[in-house]
Protein backbone atom coordinates (compact mmCIF):
# COMPACT_ATOMS: atom_id res chain seq x y z
CA UNK A 1 0.00 0.00 0.00
CA UNK A 2 2.45 3.13 0.94
CA UNK A 3 4.81 2.19 -1.33
CA UNK A 4 3.04 4.26 -3.79
CA UNK A 5 3.43 7.16 -1.26
CA UNK A 6 6.61 9.47 -0.85
CA UNK A 7 6.82 11.67 2.28
CA UNK A 8 4.40 14.72 2.91
CA UNK A 9 6.33 18.00 3.73
CA UNK A 10 6.19 19.13 7.39
CA UNK A 11 4.70 22.39 8.10
CA UNK A 12 7.39 24.50 9.14
CA UNK A 13 5.87 25.76 11.64
CA UNK A 14 5.06 22.71 13.67
CA UNK A 15 8.47 21.53 12.79
CA UNK A 16 10.04 23.99 14.38
CA UNK A 17 8.49 23.24 17.83
CA UNK A 18 9.84 20.01 17.73
CA UNK A 19 13.60 21.63 16.59
CA UNK A 20 12.82 23.79 19.58
CA UNK A 21 11.84 21.21 22.06
CA UNK A 22 15.62 19.26 20.85
CA UNK A 23 17.62 21.85 21.65
CA UNK A 24 19.26 21.37 24.97
CA UNK A 25 20.80 24.98 25.08
CA UNK A 26 19.29 26.48 28.26
CA UNK A 27 19.03 30.04 27.17
CA UNK A 28 17.56 29.14 23.77
CA UNK A 29 14.01 31.68 23.30
CA UNK A 30 11.32 30.04 21.67
CA UNK A 31 9.75 32.87 19.11
CA UNK A 32 8.24 30.47 16.58
CA UNK A 33 4.72 28.85 16.88
CA UNK A 34 2.08 31.29 17.90
CA UNK A 35 1.23 30.25 21.39
CA UNK A 36 1.08 32.70 24.30
CA UNK A 37 3.57 32.68 27.03
CA UNK A 38 3.50 34.54 30.46
CA UNK A 39 6.36 36.35 32.05
CA UNK A 40 7.62 33.07 33.24
CA UNK A 41 7.84 31.81 29.78
CA UNK A 42 4.46 29.20 30.69
CA UNK A 43 1.18 28.78 28.87
CA UNK A 44 -0.54 29.01 31.83
CA UNK A 45 -4.39 28.02 32.13
CA UNK A 46 -5.95 31.09 32.25
CA UNK A 47 -7.88 31.08 36.04
CA UNK A 48 -11.40 32.05 33.83
CA UNK A 49 -11.20 28.88 32.19
CA UNK A 50 -10.46 26.63 35.35
CA UNK A 51 -12.96 28.28 37.27
CA UNK A 52 -15.43 27.24 34.31
CA UNK A 53 -13.82 23.96 34.42
CA UNK A 54 -14.60 23.31 38.14
CA UNK A 55 -18.03 24.06 37.64
CA UNK A 56 -18.50 21.74 34.35
CA UNK A 57 -16.99 18.58 35.96
CA UNK A 58 -19.08 19.45 39.57
CA UNK A 59 -22.51 19.80 36.95
CA UNK A 60 -21.61 17.49 34.30
CA UNK A 61 -24.37 14.43 34.41
CA UNK A 62 -23.50 12.91 30.39
CA UNK A 63 -21.10 12.65 28.24
CA UNK A 64 -23.77 11.55 25.88
CA UNK A 65 -23.44 13.19 21.60
CA UNK A 66 -24.14 17.21 21.59
CA UNK A 67 -25.13 16.99 17.98
CA UNK A 68 -23.32 17.65 14.72
CA UNK A 69 -23.61 21.75 14.85
CA UNK A 70 -22.17 21.50 18.26
CA UNK A 71 -22.60 23.35 21.94
CA UNK A 72 -25.95 25.74 21.10
CA UNK A 73 -25.05 27.69 23.85
CA UNK A 74 -21.20 28.14 22.55
CA UNK A 75 -22.99 28.41 19.16
CA UNK A 76 -24.94 31.72 20.45
CA UNK A 77 -22.40 32.97 22.56
CA UNK A 78 -19.32 33.29 19.56
CA UNK A 79 -22.44 34.79 17.16
CA UNK A 80 -22.76 37.28 19.82
CA UNK A 81 -18.57 38.05 20.69
CA UNK A 82 -18.00 38.16 17.00
CA UNK A 83 -20.94 39.88 14.95
CA UNK A 84 -22.92 41.51 18.07
CA UNK A 85 -26.24 42.98 16.18
CA UNK A 86 -24.24 43.23 13.26
CA UNK A 87 -26.58 41.13 10.93
CA UNK A 88 -30.54 39.71 11.37
CA UNK A 89 -29.54 36.29 13.51
CA UNK A 90 -31.53 34.94 11.05
CA UNK A 91 -29.19 34.74 8.30
CA UNK A 92 -26.25 33.36 10.52
CA UNK A 93 -25.90 29.98 10.96
CA UNK A 94 -22.74 28.32 13.23
CA UNK A 95 -21.23 25.06 13.64
CA UNK A 96 -18.44 24.30 16.34
CA UNK A 97 -15.32 22.93 14.56
CA UNK A 98 -12.41 21.35 16.11
CA UNK A 99 -10.40 24.62 16.05
CA UNK A 100 -9.54 27.65 13.83
CA UNK A 101 -8.08 25.21 11.22
CA UNK A 102 -11.25 22.85 11.63
CA UNK A 103 -13.48 25.77 11.01
CA UNK A 104 -11.61 26.96 7.93
CA UNK A 105 -11.41 23.22 6.52
CA UNK A 106 -15.36 22.71 6.90
CA UNK A 107 -15.59 25.99 5.10
CA UNK A 108 -13.17 25.67 2.28
CA UNK A 109 -15.45 22.62 1.62
CA UNK A 110 -18.47 24.17 2.10
CA UNK A 111 -17.53 27.58 -0.51
CA UNK A 112 -15.64 24.53 -2.95
CA UNK A 113 -19.22 22.93 -3.32
CA UNK A 114 -20.71 26.28 -3.69
CA UNK A 115 -18.00 27.33 -6.54
CA UNK A 116 -15.57 24.68 -7.16
CA UNK A 117 -14.18 26.77 -10.32
CA UNK A 118 -13.72 29.83 -8.37
CA UNK A 119 -9.97 31.32 -7.61
CA UNK A 120 -9.49 31.67 -3.72
CA UNK A 121 -6.81 34.66 -3.13
CA UNK A 122 -4.59 34.47 -0.34
CA UNK A 123 -2.45 38.03 0.99
CA UNK A 124 0.48 38.21 0.11
CA UNK A 125 2.08 36.40 2.49
CA UNK A 126 -0.29 34.65 4.35
CA UNK A 127 -0.39 32.19 7.36
CA UNK A 128 1.73 29.30 5.88
CA UNK A 129 -1.52 26.84 6.49
CA UNK A 130 -3.67 28.61 3.95
CA UNK A 131 -2.60 27.27 0.77
CA UNK A 132 -2.08 23.89 1.26
CA UNK A 133 -5.49 23.97 3.05
CA UNK A 134 -7.19 25.47 -0.25
CA UNK A 135 -5.29 23.44 -2.44
CA UNK A 136 -6.21 20.67 -0.84
CA UNK A 137 -10.21 21.79 -0.76
CA UNK A 138 -9.23 22.04 -4.70
CA UNK A 139 -9.57 25.29 -5.45
CA UNK A 140 -6.87 27.34 -7.87
CA UNK A 141 -5.09 29.83 -6.04
CA UNK A 142 -3.64 33.27 -6.18
CA UNK A 143 -2.46 35.97 -4.26
CA UNK A 144 -2.73 39.50 -3.59
CA UNK A 145 -0.32 42.25 -2.45
CA UNK A 146 -0.54 42.91 1.49
CA UNK A 147 2.72 43.77 2.69
CA UNK A 148 5.18 46.85 1.79
CA UNK A 149 8.84 45.36 2.57
CA UNK A 150 10.57 48.70 2.66
CA UNK A 151 8.03 50.22 5.17
CA UNK A 152 6.55 47.17 6.81
CA UNK A 153 3.67 48.20 6.40
CA UNK A 154 0.20 47.24 4.48
CA UNK A 155 0.54 47.96 0.95
CA UNK A 156 -2.91 49.14 1.06
CA UNK A 157 -3.28 51.01 -2.20
CA UNK A 158 -1.59 47.52 -4.39
CA UNK A 159 -4.17 45.74 -1.98
CA UNK A 160 -7.00 47.73 -3.22
CA UNK A 161 -6.24 48.10 -6.66
CA UNK A 162 -5.72 43.84 -6.83
CA UNK A 163 -9.65 43.37 -4.74
CA UNK A 164 -11.28 45.93 -7.01
CA UNK A 165 -10.17 43.61 -9.87
CA UNK A 166 -11.74 40.52 -8.51
CA UNK A 167 -15.74 39.30 -9.24
CA UNK A 168 -17.96 36.88 -8.15
CA UNK A 169 -15.78 34.09 -9.41
CA UNK A 170 -13.40 35.05 -6.66
CA UNK A 171 -13.10 34.26 -2.98
CA UNK A 172 -10.89 36.35 -0.88
CA UNK A 173 -9.37 35.34 2.42
CA UNK A 174 -8.79 38.03 4.78
CA UNK A 175 -7.46 37.96 8.20
CA UNK A 176 -10.16 39.56 10.91
CA UNK A 177 -7.28 41.36 12.65
CA UNK A 178 -3.48 40.71 14.10
CA UNK A 179 -2.42 39.46 10.48
CA UNK A 180 -0.09 36.40 10.59
CA UNK A 181 2.74 36.19 10.10
CA UNK A 182 2.91 40.03 9.67
CA UNK A 183 1.48 42.03 12.83
CA UNK A 184 0.52 44.69 9.93
CA UNK A 185 -3.15 45.56 10.19
CA UNK A 186 -5.45 47.16 8.21
CA UNK A 187 -7.07 50.52 9.93
CA UNK A 188 -10.91 50.74 10.61
CA UNK A 189 -11.16 53.35 7.37
CA UNK A 190 -8.97 51.06 5.31
CA UNK A 191 -11.37 47.97 6.49
CA UNK A 192 -14.23 50.28 5.13
CA UNK A 193 -12.87 50.58 1.68
CA UNK A 194 -12.17 46.96 1.50
CA UNK A 195 -15.75 46.33 2.10
CA UNK A 196 -16.99 48.92 -0.37
CA UNK A 197 -14.53 46.90 -2.32
CA UNK A 198 -16.24 43.22 -2.12
CA UNK A 199 -19.80 45.05 -2.39
CA UNK A 200 -19.03 46.31 -5.66
CA UNK A 201 -17.36 43.39 -7.34
CA UNK A 202 -19.05 40.75 -5.71
CA UNK A 203 -15.87 38.70 -5.04
CA UNK A 204 -16.82 36.60 -1.43
CA UNK A 205 -15.22 36.73 2.00
CA UNK A 206 -13.69 34.24 3.79
CA UNK A 207 -12.27 35.93 7.11
CA UNK A 208 -9.80 33.94 9.45
CA UNK A 209 -10.35 35.56 12.87
CA UNK A 210 -8.40 33.43 14.87
CA UNK A 211 -6.65 36.19 17.35
CA UNK A 212 -9.33 38.23 18.30
CA UNK A 213 -8.68 40.21 21.09
CA UNK A 214 -5.10 40.03 20.87
CA UNK A 215 -4.56 43.69 18.93
CA UNK A 216 -5.88 46.27 20.51
CA UNK A 217 -9.70 44.91 22.52
CA UNK A 218 -12.48 42.45 21.38
CA UNK A 219 -14.69 45.48 19.85
CA UNK A 220 -11.25 47.13 17.71
CA UNK A 221 -10.22 43.76 16.73
CA UNK A 222 -14.16 42.60 15.28
CA UNK A 223 -14.44 45.96 13.52
CA UNK A 224 -13.16 45.12 9.86
CA UNK A 225 -15.07 41.39 10.47
CA UNK A 226 -18.28 43.70 11.01
CA UNK A 227 -17.32 46.06 8.10
CA UNK A 228 -17.30 43.27 5.64
CA UNK A 229 -20.20 41.57 7.00
CA UNK A 230 -22.75 44.79 7.23
CA UNK A 231 -21.58 45.61 3.42
CA UNK A 232 -22.12 42.25 1.62
CA UNK A 233 -24.75 39.97 1.35
CA UNK A 234 -23.27 36.66 1.97
CA UNK A 235 -19.17 36.18 3.67
CA UNK A 236 -17.89 33.20 6.21
CA UNK A 237 -15.54 33.42 9.08
CA UNK A 238 -13.61 30.69 10.89
CA UNK A 239 -13.36 31.79 14.18
CA UNK A 240 -10.81 29.98 16.77
CA UNK A 241 -10.72 30.00 20.53
CA UNK A 242 -7.44 28.61 20.89
CA UNK A 243 -5.31 31.54 21.28
CA UNK A 244 -7.87 33.89 23.00
CA UNK A 245 -9.44 31.60 25.53
CA UNK A 246 -5.82 29.93 25.59
CA UNK A 247 -7.45 26.18 24.91
CA UNK A 248 -4.66 25.39 22.28
CA UNK A 249 -5.42 21.72 22.77
CA UNK A 250 -8.74 21.86 23.20
CA UNK A 251 -9.45 22.38 19.43
CA UNK A 252 -12.49 24.49 19.44
CA UNK A 253 -13.91 27.13 16.76
CA UNK A 254 -16.19 27.74 14.89
CA UNK A 255 -17.33 27.87 11.32
CA UNK A 256 -20.21 31.02 10.94
CA UNK A 257 -21.98 31.66 8.20
CA UNK A 258 -23.74 34.89 7.12
CA UNK A 259 -26.18 34.13 4.30
CA UNK A 260 -28.40 36.49 1.99
CA UNK A 261 -31.80 35.19 3.83
CA UNK A 262 -32.94 32.75 6.22
CA UNK A 263 -33.87 30.03 3.63
CA UNK A 264 -30.30 29.90 1.90
CA UNK A 265 -28.86 30.13 5.76
CA UNK A 266 -30.38 26.64 5.77
CA UNK A 267 -29.25 25.09 2.93
CA UNK A 268 -25.45 26.03 3.94
CA UNK A 269 -25.47 24.92 7.01
CA UNK A 270 -27.21 21.80 6.34
CA UNK A 271 -24.30 21.46 3.77
CA UNK A 272 -21.97 22.58 6.62
CA UNK A 273 -23.53 19.67 8.78
CA UNK A 274 -23.19 16.75 5.55
CA UNK A 275 -19.67 17.82 5.55
CA UNK A 276 -18.75 17.22 9.79
CA UNK A 277 -20.65 14.47 9.23
CA UNK A 278 -19.06 12.41 6.86
CA UNK A 279 -15.59 14.50 8.08
CA UNK A 280 -15.70 13.61 11.96
CA UNK A 281 -19.55 13.38 12.95
CA UNK A 282 -19.32 15.88 16.08
CA UNK A 283 -17.04 18.37 17.51
CA UNK A 284 -15.55 17.48 21.34
CA UNK A 285 -17.24 19.41 23.45
CA UNK A 286 -14.82 20.26 26.34
CA UNK A 287 -13.45 23.37 24.88
CA UNK A 288 -16.57 24.82 23.77
CA UNK A 289 -18.30 24.18 27.17
CA UNK A 290 -15.49 26.03 28.73
CA UNK A 291 -16.24 29.05 26.55
CA UNK A 292 -20.05 28.66 26.70
CA UNK A 293 -19.75 28.94 30.49
CA UNK A 294 -17.42 31.97 30.35
CA UNK A 295 -19.46 33.80 28.07
CA UNK A 296 -22.78 32.97 29.56
CA UNK A 297 -21.84 34.36 32.91
CA UNK A 298 -21.20 38.02 33.30
CA UNK A 299 -18.57 37.63 36.31
CA UNK A 300 -16.22 34.85 34.48
CA UNK A 301 -16.54 37.04 31.51
CA UNK A 302 -15.32 39.86 33.02
CA UNK A 303 -12.33 37.93 34.21
CA UNK A 304 -11.82 36.72 31.34
CA UNK A 305 -11.97 40.29 29.25
CA UNK A 306 -9.09 41.06 32.41
CA UNK A 307 -6.79 37.94 31.50
CA UNK A 308 -7.28 38.71 28.01
CA UNK A 309 -6.29 42.42 28.10
CA UNK A 310 -3.09 41.32 30.42
CA UNK A 311 -2.09 39.12 27.50
CA UNK A 312 -2.90 42.19 24.96
CA UNK A 313 -0.57 44.68 27.14
CA UNK A 314 1.88 42.41 27.49
CA UNK A 315 2.61 41.91 24.13
CA UNK A 316 2.21 45.68 23.03
CA UNK A 317 5.16 46.09 26.30
CA UNK A 318 7.31 43.80 24.85
CA UNK A 319 6.99 45.18 21.22
CA UNK A 320 7.65 48.37 22.55
CA UNK A 321 10.47 47.22 24.28
CA UNK A 322 12.13 45.22 22.15
CA UNK A 323 12.09 47.97 18.86
CA UNK A 324 13.09 50.73 22.02
CA UNK A 325 16.09 48.29 22.66
CA UNK A 326 17.05 47.88 19.00
CA UNK A 327 16.74 51.09 18.81
CA UNK A 328 19.22 52.40 21.65
CA UNK A 329 21.86 49.70 20.49
CA UNK A 330 21.68 50.70 16.71
CA UNK A 331 21.09 54.64 16.91
CA UNK A 332 17.98 53.80 13.85
CA UNK A 333 14.58 54.08 13.76
CA UNK A 334 14.34 50.82 11.30
CA UNK A 335 12.71 48.22 13.91
CA UNK A 336 9.80 50.89 14.88
CA UNK A 337 7.49 49.36 12.97
CA UNK A 338 7.68 46.43 15.72
CA UNK A 339 5.21 48.56 18.15
CA UNK A 340 3.19 49.40 15.28
CA UNK A 341 2.38 46.05 14.56
CA UNK A 342 -0.23 44.42 16.56
CA UNK A 343 -1.08 40.76 17.63
CA UNK A 344 1.02 37.95 18.65
CA UNK A 345 3.38 38.38 15.07
CA UNK A 346 5.62 40.54 13.44
CA UNK A 347 7.35 39.87 10.58
CA UNK A 348 11.79 41.07 11.00
CA UNK A 349 11.94 41.07 7.08
CA UNK A 350 15.41 39.24 7.88
CA UNK A 351 16.78 37.23 5.38
CA UNK A 352 17.01 33.11 5.72
CA UNK A 353 20.57 32.80 6.51
CA UNK A 354 20.00 35.83 9.29
CA UNK A 355 16.97 33.84 10.73
CA UNK A 356 19.50 30.01 10.67
CA UNK A 357 22.15 32.09 11.98
CA UNK A 358 20.24 33.37 15.12
CA UNK A 359 18.80 29.94 15.54
CA UNK A 360 22.12 27.89 15.31
CA UNK A 361 24.67 30.85 17.02
CA UNK A 362 22.14 32.46 19.16
CA UNK A 363 19.43 29.79 20.37
CA UNK A 364 17.02 31.99 18.92
CA UNK A 365 13.95 30.61 17.15
CA UNK A 366 11.85 31.97 14.82
CA UNK A 367 9.65 31.51 11.30
CA UNK A 368 11.88 30.95 8.29
CA UNK A 369 10.57 33.97 6.96
CA UNK A 370 11.98 35.90 9.96
CA UNK A 371 7.76 35.57 11.61
CA UNK A 372 8.75 36.36 15.76
CA UNK A 373 6.18 35.55 18.09
CA UNK A 374 6.26 39.02 20.36
CA UNK A 375 4.76 36.85 23.65
CA UNK A 376 7.79 35.09 23.26
CA UNK A 377 9.96 37.66 24.05
CA UNK A 378 11.90 37.05 27.92
CA UNK A 379 11.40 40.49 29.24
CA UNK A 380 15.02 40.36 31.04
CA UNK A 381 16.27 39.30 27.66
CA UNK A 382 15.07 41.97 25.17
CA UNK A 383 18.35 43.57 25.09
CA UNK A 384 20.38 40.02 24.74
CA UNK A 385 17.53 39.59 21.47
CA UNK A 386 17.82 43.28 19.98
CA UNK A 387 21.59 42.46 19.96
CA UNK A 388 21.55 39.23 18.20
CA UNK A 389 19.14 40.57 15.63
CA UNK A 390 21.11 43.01 15.02
CA UNK A 391 24.47 41.38 15.16
CA UNK A 392 23.00 39.49 11.56
CA UNK A 393 22.73 42.69 9.79
CA UNK A 394 26.38 43.10 10.19
C1 LIG B 1 0.81 29.82 14.24
O1 LIG B 1 0.66 30.46 13.18
O2 LIG B 1 1.91 29.70 14.79
C2 LIG B 1 -0.38 29.20 14.89
O3 LIG B 1 -1.53 29.50 14.19
C3 LIG B 1 -0.22 27.77 15.17
C4 LIG B 1 -0.39 26.92 13.94
O4 LIG B 1 -1.21 26.02 13.98
O5 LIG B 1 0.32 27.15 12.95
Redesign the pocket.
Known amino acids: MFETLTKAPA?K??ALMGEFAADPRKEKIDL???VYKDEAGVTAIMTSVTKAEQRILANAKTKTYVGISGNKGFNAAVRELVLADTVDAKRVRLLQAPGG?GALAVLMELLYRAKPDATLWLSNPT?P?HAPMAKHAGFKLDSYPYFDAKTRAVDFPAMLAALDKLGPNDIVLLHGCCH??TGANLTPAQWDQVAASLARTGAFPLIDL?YLGFGDGLEPDAYGTRAVVKAVPESVIAFSGSKNFGLYRERIGAAIVIARDEAQADVANSQLMNIARVTYSQPPDHGAEIIRTILEDKDLRAEWEAELATMRNRMIRLREKLSEAIKAKSNAADFDFIAEHRGMFSLLGLPGEAVEKLKTDGGVYMIGDSRI?VAGIPEDRVGDLASAILGTMK
Open positions: DILGVGTWNNPAN
